[in-house]
């Protein structure tokens, strides 16, 4: 079976920095695109960053783009979101999630792990 | 890039039919056959229902039918039944190399 499982959320102060993990299994980690999507409270999703299978190549979300850096090691089977400069509305729960195919492009979330929750406050 | 629009919140008695708009640009929905559609239920992961525009992942049920006209998609739920109450968003890759979920629809059954 196909899975994902998200750790490392928790309660950071503003300005502070937070490491997401996501571990996968029960496919080739390493030969399909994965993705960070994000939820705050009571909100809508909001896809932030995506990278290809081998993670060459990596995609954020303008809200993002200069603080958060998405990696991944396949050896271990696992992809990492490091978030830098948090704000009070990073506050969310953090989503990764499998794409088909070795590319970010034209492509879909499946499946998604259980999220693991962000808090940004003071 | 601003979210596709979703109505708020769409009802139905058991098995009756419905359906949700999802209407982008020509910059997303429009542009692309790659939109698909996730159903949240309460405090739980989203799960994929379609996969661009109209194919069903395995073990989806056929009540589950999508389709695409200009800027909008839609999501059509035959047969309504109390498994279906839950929250659906559609999401469309975009011409930025990014994606844009849509805002949201509540679907209740009466």
């Known amino acids: 079976e196909v899975q994902m499982l998200e750790s490392g959320g928790g309660l950071v102060q503003p300005g502070g920095s937070l490491r997401l993990s996501c571990a996968g299994s029960?496919?080739?980690?390493?030969?399909?695109?994965m993705s960070w999507v994000r939820q705050a409270p009571g909100k809508g999703l909001e896809w932030i960053s995506g990278?290809?299978?081998?993670?060459?190549?990596?995609y954020y979300a303008d809200s993002v783009k200069g603080r958060f850096t998405i990696s991944r090691d396949n050896y271990k089977n696992m992809m990492f979101l490091q978030m830098n400069s948090l704000r009070v509305e990073d506050t969310a729960v953090y989503y990764c999630?499998?794409?088909?195919?070795?590319?970010?492009?034209?492509?879909?979330?499946?499946?998604w792990g259980q999220g693991t929750l962000v808090s940004v406050s003071s | 890039q601003s979210a596709l629009t979703q109505p708020a919140s769409v009802s139905g008695s058991p098995g009756q039919s419905i359906t949700i708009s999802c209407t982008g640009t020509?910059?997303?929905?429009?542009?692309?056959?790659?939109v698909s559609w996730y159903q949240q239920h309460p405090g739980k992961a989203p799960k994929l229902m379609i996969y661009?525009?109209?194919n069903r992942p395995s073990g989806i049920s056929d009540r589950f039918s999508g389709s695409k006209s200009g800027n909008t998609a839609s999501l059509t739920i035959s047969g309504l039944q109390a498994e279906d109450e839950a929250d659906y968003y559609c999401?469309?890759?975009?011409?930025?190399?990014?994606?844009?979920f849509g805002t949201g629809t509540k679907v209740a059954v009466l």
């Open positions: 999630a499998k794409m088909t195919g070795e590319s970010v492009h034209r492509n879909w979330f499946d499946p």
């Open positions: 029960g496919f080739t980690f390493g030969t399909y695109a």
């Open positions: 990278l290809t299978g081998a993670g060459a190549f990596t």
């Open positions: 020509s910059r997303d929905v429009g542009a692309y056959n790659h």
């Open positions: 661009d525009v109209s």
């Open positions: 999401s469309s890759y975009t011409s930025s190399n990014t994606y844009v």
